[in-house]
């Protein structure tokens, strides 16, 4: 898949034949795939445009830069889903002031896309006042229903709100995946190795929605081979106090040197809070029986 930065002050025309996905595409949820899968079916060439950062946060709506998805892991589902082209369009004031014609001449009319697909509450512009009956007036397109579920639309809102709760399997049923984060292996205080629990505790190069504090089963995928795995997100209060949660995981029979390894980790199940306990005795008992969980839940 190709991936193509958009500046529109630096833009050159695109003249290949190709269909266009439009929306926010924050979490790549259900609604998300479901306007992708349809234009895959067009067979031509599939594009699909995003920012590189929240316009929510740019605009002062939000006050944290957290997202579901780095722009890595967008690129590596729609690759996998098939797409061709991903357009990743700078957001910033300036782009965030264009009016609804501006953002179609100076933006889409330059990728010319034969055909656009996009939900039935996409809108664009300047206080987004630009809406499909507008688009229509310039394009081709195919407006996708929205997909409900529970007689709700599914939205990256919800999504966020089930992570924060702990609520990984209600997360699942919007995204169709498991949530799951990037990170390098880096140095911890390497106190489960004390216990036989060693972990490897991830450093984010994203600023992800961190899941409540507590203990997950899930996945580990080492060099894209998946392990099962327990993971910690917390400041494991029993040894040693931290100021701010990390994410720890270890890895089930599994003894190899992660140090400087990228990993992708997913969560499946939250099984517990993350406990203050009387002694290391005591919580290598507890890290036994979270293992035998992971052993008879997990794949």
Do not use: W
């Not at 264009?98 to 330059?110: A, Q, T, W």
């Not at 997360?171 to 949530?179: I, P, S, T, V, W």
């Amino acid at each position: 898949m190709e991936i193509i930065e958009i500046n529109f002050n630096d833009f050159k025309k695109n003249d290949t034949p190709l269909v266009l996905c439009l929306g926010s595409f924050d979490s790549l949820h259900l609604g998300h795939l479901q306007i992708i899968k349809q234009a895959i079916k067009s067979g031509l060439p599939v594009a699909v445009m995003t920012f590189d950062s929240n316009p929510k946060f740019v605009l002062g709506i939000r006050q944290t830069r957290q997202r579901v998805l780095s722009l890595y892991d967008k690129a590596m589902i729609l690759e996998k889903l098939g797409v061709s082209i991903l357009y990743v369009l700078h957001f910033d004031e300036q782009v965030a002031k264009m009016s609804r014609f501006e953002f179609i001449d100076l933006i889409l009319s330059k990728i010319n896309p034969v055909k656009i697909f996009c939900g039935e509450d996409y809108a664009f512009g300047l206080n987004a006042n630009g809406n499909v009956e507008y688009l229509k007036q310039y394009f081709d397109v195919e407006v996708i229903k929205l997909l409900k579920m529970n007689g709700k639309k599914i939205s990256t809102a919800d999504i966020i709100s089930h992570l924060q709760k702990g609520e990984m399997e209600e997360a699942y049923e919007l995204l169709n995946r498991y949530y799951t984060i990037s990170g390098t292996v880096v140095d911890g205080l390497k106190n489960g190795r004390k216990i036989g629990f060693p972990t490897a505790n991830l450093d984010l190069d994203f600023e992800y929605v961190l899941p409540k504090e507590g203990v997950y089963i899930g996945y580990a995928y080492v060099d894209e081979i998946k392990h099962k795995a327990i993971i910690a997100v917390g400041t494991h209060p029993t040894i040693q106090t931290l100021s701010k949660p990390i994410i720890e995981v270890h890895i089930l029979s599994f003894n190899e040197n992660l140090y400087g390894k990228f990993i992708d980790v997913s969560f499946v199940k939250r099984i517990r809070n993350i406990n203050k306990f009387e002694s290391l005795e005591d919580l290598s008992k507890q890290l036994e029986k979270d293992k035998e969980i992971a052993k008879k839940e997990l794949k």
